[in-house]
């Protein structure tokens, strides 16, 4: 329903989540320098193909940066917190609806509304057997680690809905290289629009 809906917005032709591997790589060559010696040796010992380890992985890539403004609150986002807002990970089922109430509790503090995010479950992240896009109290479970990123990102279009303030960076970075497409919406931030055109750049030389 959710891919129906998006389709019909006609943003992009493109089934661009099929790309997601090249789209990683080509983030990793541009901020390669801003991978810690931790996540060096992660993606070292760790399947390569594992979608939650590169989805937790760019938010360290491309840090946020600035102070973040909500309603009369202003803050400074964390990696850990941008990385919560884009996709979270429980050992049992059991714990989801605890995940919701504080994600509720935390926007409710700032007068917003819960944006769509991620959750995983399983004991470790290469041991992974559920996946859902949460939505307020709404869960769609879907197959694969990729789909979840998939129908997470559409469910912003299909709803109107504004990307986390905390992750919004990384979502405008994954609408314009990776979906391929922008709107006279696009909130212009200053440290990731170089990233973008040099994405654009590699690719392009890349496909010639």
């Given at each position: 329903m959710i891919d129906e809906d998006f389709k019909f917005l006609k943003l992009t032709s493109e089934d661009c989540i099929t790309d997601w591997f090249n789209f990683f790589s080509t983030i990793q060559e541009i901020?390669?320098?801003?991978?810690?010696?931790?996540?060096?040796?992660?993606?070292?010992?760790?399947?390569?193909?594992?979608?939650?380890?590169?989805?937790?992985?760019?938010?360290?890539?491309?840090?946020?940066?600035?102070?973040i403004r909500i309603k009369k609150e202003h803050f400074k986002s964390s990696i850990s917190e941008c990385?919560?807002?884009?996709?979270?990970?429980?050992?049992?089922?059991?714990?989801i609806s605890h995940i919701q109430e504080e994600k509720i509790k935390r926007a409710q503090k700032f007068g917003l509304t819960v944006q769509p995010y991620i959750i995983v479950i399983g004991p470790t992240f290469t041991e992974l057997h559920a996946f859902?896009?949460?939505?307020?109290?709404a869960l769609y479970q879907v197959s694969t680690v990729l789909e979840a990123v998939d129908i997470?990102?559409?469910?912003?279009?299909?709803?109107?809905?504004?990307?986390?303030?905390?992750s919004e960076h990384i979502w405008y970075?994954?609408?314009n290289c990776l979906y391929k497409f922008s709107t006279k919406y696009d909130k212009q931030i200053s440290?990731?629009?170089p990233i973008i055109n040099t994405f654009k750049?590699?690719?392009?030389?890349?496909?010639?």
């Open positions: 901020k390669e320098d801003q991978i810690v010696c931790e996540l060096r040796s992660l993606l070292e010992t760790d399947d390569l193909t594992n979608v939650v380890i590169q989805v937790l992985l760019l938010p360290h890539l491309i840090p946020p940066k600035g102070r990385k919560n807002s884009i996709i979270l990970h429980v050992k049992i089922h059991g714990y859902y896009v949460c939505l307020d109290k997470c990102f559409k469910v912003f279009y299909v709803f109107d809905l504004h990307y986390p303030p905390e970075t994954i609408q440290y990731v629009m750049t590699l690719r392009s030389t890349k496909d010639m």
